[in-house]
Nanobody
Framework: QVQLVESGGGLVQAGDSLKLSCAVS????????MGWFRQTPGKEREFVSA????????YYADSVKGRSTISRDNAKNTVYLQMNSLKPEDTAVYSC?????????????????WGQGTQVTVSS
C-alpha cells in the first residue's frame, strides 16, 4: 500500500518561498503520476502541479505556472513542490497524490493514493 506524507508547509509572508515535500513509502510509484492539489474550506480540490515519475514530464496550473517547480528525487523517493512569490490566494491545504491519472492528470478523482496534507498560509 502506497503511503504519502507531506511536509514543508507553514506561515509565510507574501513574496516568500516554500518547498513542500511528499515522501513515498510502501510501494513503487515509478509508473505513476504524482500530483499536488490544494483545497480551501468549502471549495473543491484544485490541481496545482503534477509530474510523471518515470519520464519527468511536468504539468502546472495556470495559477502557479512560472512561480512553482515540481521535481522528484528517485533516491529519496520524494516529490517536491517549490513555490516562489507566494500570494495570499495560495493559502490552502496542499496534498500530494499518486495514481495512473492519464490522460486527465488534473482531475483529483483519477488519483488512488493521498497524503494527509500540509497547511500553507500566506499573509499579506
Amino acid at each position: 500500500q502506497v503511503q504519502l506524507v507531506e511536509s514543508g508547509g507553514g506561515l509565510v509572508q507574501a513574496g516568500d518561498s516554500l518547498k513542500l515535500s511528499c515522501a513515498v513509502s510502501g510501494g513503487t510509484v515509478r509508473s505513476y503520476i504524482m500530483g499536488w492539489f490544494r483545497q480551501t474550506p468549502g471549495k473543491e480540490r484544485e490541481f496545482v502541479s503534477a509530474i510523471a515519475w518515470n519520464i519527468g514530464e511536468t504539468y502546472y496550473a495556470d495559477s502557479v505556472k512560472g512561480r512553482s517547480t515540481i521535481s522528484r528525487d528517485n533516491a529519496k523517493n520524494t516529490v517536491y513542490l517549490q513555490m516562489n512569490s507566494l500570494k495570499p490566494e495560495d493559502t490552502a491545504v496542499y496534498s500530494c497524490a499518486a495514481g495512473r491519472a492519464w490522460p486527465n492528470i488534473r482531475m483529483a478523482n483519477n488519483y488512488n493514493y493521498w497524503g494527509q496534507g500540509t497547511q500553507v498560509t500566506v499573509s499579506s
